[in-house]
């Protein structure tokens, strides 16, 4: 079956499998409406047992989108050290990358999430929770909604996951490995040295979750500072530290750490950065 005739077919099999959307009416869609609403009806579905022909068609789907994307391995991406000269400690394991988080094959990605830990339920979102979800497949929301069942069995019903915490999951249809769910701290005024903590906290926790399961390379996206509000300049400033922090510890057990942004201005922050170490050694 042809591209086209894959997309028609999961498409009509998403919709039998939606309570509300059975009749949605699809005829004469774009190739590129078609795709958005596969993704809407995949971001909306909630928790519940996935038939295994739905899955495998899914799979089928999304594998052939990463393709059309194209996979960026670690030796696709140089290190700081040879993109900058950088001479800032583990240069030579530290990496600044722009692009989409979701096309890396390397140990881990990391997304984040929100305290219900089971992704972005609006149709299309452009948010790093969407992305991840949407381009692993619907089984990450059927693992991460497991955890939170058993932690909802331990903790009690109301349980939300707490900032600062991470979580491992499978890659599913992505590249990577694995993904770390950590949920970043949410800026409602102004910043504070408690929040900052919280952020802390999530880089360092996910690099321990590393640990624990020999993860030797890792993704961090730019956590909280999207539809959490945290300062962009002042979030990289921490990741930074911290990650250069864990390096000098745990370096010998880390080959890689990327720091993928997405945005123009993230990159410029990132590298002013290294460019603001550099003028002072």
Known sequence: MNGTGKTDLLLEKLKEDSAEYKELETTGYSPEEKKNTIRSLMNIRMPGELSKALVNLQDEYLQEELQAKGVVTLSDIPTIEEKYNARVPFAEKISLWQGDITRLRIGAIVNAANSQMLGCF????????????????????????????????????????????????????????????????????????????????????????????????????????????????????????????????????????????????????????????????
């Open 122 to 281: 609006v149709p299309c979102h452009r948010c790093i929770d969407n992305a991840i979800h949407s381009a692993a497949g619907m089984q990450l929301r059927e693992e991460c909604d497991r955890i939170m069942q058993n932690r909802r069995m331990q903790y009690g019903r109301r349980y939300g996951e707490p900032t600062g915490t991470a979580t491992l999951t499978s890659g599913y249809n992505l590249p990577c490995d694995h993904v770390i769910h950590t949920v970043g701290p949410i800026v409602y005024g102004e910043l504070n040295e408690m929040l900052c903590q919280d952020l802390q906290n999530c880089y360092e926790n996910v690099l321990k979750c590393c640990l624990e399961h020999d993860i030797r390379s890792v993704a961090f996206c730019c956590i909280s500072t999207g539809e959490f509000h945290f300062p962009n300049d002042k979030a990289a400033q921490i990741a930074w530290e911290t990650v250069k922090g864990f390096l000098e510890k745990y370096g010998d057990r880390m080959e890689r750490v990327v720091f993928n942004v997405f945005k123009d201005s993230d990159l410029r922050i990132y590298e002013k950065i290294l460019i603001s170490y550099n003028s002072v050694v």
